[in-house]
T-cell receptor
């Protein structure tokens, strides 16, 4: 069965600190897709990144980077030099090929203090 | 702005009542998803439609129903409302509903059942 675990419920950091949000997933499929979404205080979920199971290259986008490790079923998200605007709830999600449900983790609430 | 619109933004009603939530997907997107976000259950997938046809069902109660119309907008109907139905209801859309497609979320409808 599909499952996404975000063990960190809340993280609090001071501006300019680096922070890593953990995501561990379970699936029996060999082909699947992983996603990260951000939900700022305004409430609307915003797509950040998609990764398919055959692409284990890490990705960097500005201050954001993602580390996908199939061997440990993890897809972790790092924010470098965090800013107050990064304060949000971050969701990791999994979708199997041929499956139509997207399974979201419980989310990690990130507080960045000035 | 994701391009997905949802109305109304807020809805306050009483137990036992019926409400309809409306969603217009991004221009060109054929697939619509409905999610319920509550404090205790997190983000739960309810149902997906693709080009007017139901494609997948998640944790949707029998008191809830949805449809997607020929113009691709969708409605989620919630009936015999209970206090526990109070939540944020999100609509999302994607290009064609494939596993690899990221979803674009609307701003949500906050439902309060008194």
């Amino acid at each position: 069965a599909q499952k996404v675990t975000q063990a960190q419920t809340e993280i609090s950091v001071v501006e300019k600190e680096d922070v890593t949000l953990d995501c561990v997933y379970e699936t029996r499929d060999t082909t699947y897709y992983l996603f990260w979404y951000k939900q700022p205080p305004s409430g609307e979920l915003v797509f950040l990144i998609r990764r398919n199971s055959f692409d284990e290259q890490n990705e960097i986008s500005g201050r954001y980077s993602w580390n996908f490790q199939k061997s440990t079923s993890s897809f972790n998200f790092t924010i470098t030099a965090s800013q107050v605007v990064d304060s949000a709830v971050y969701f990791c999600a999994l979708k199997e090929t041929g499956g139509f449900k997207t399974i979201f983790g419980a989310g990690t609430r990130l507080f960045v203090k000035a | 702005d994701s391009g997905v619109t949802q109305t109304p933004k807020h809805l306050i009603t009483a137990t036992g009542q019926r409400v309809t939530l409306r969603c217009s997907p991004r221009s060109g997107d054929l697939s619509v998803y409905w999610y319920q976000q509550s404090l205790d259950q997190g983000l739960q997938f309810l149902i997906q439609y693709y080009n007017g046809e139901e494609r997948a069902k998640g944790n949707i109660l029998e008191r809830f129903s949805a449809q997607q119309f020929p113009d691709l907008h969708s409605e989620l109907n919630l009936s015999s409302l209970e206090l526990g139905d109070s939540a944020l209801y999100f609509c999302a859309s994607s290009a064609d509903g494939g596993s690899y497609n990221e979803q674009f979320f609307g701003p949500g409808t906050r439902l309060t059942v008194l």
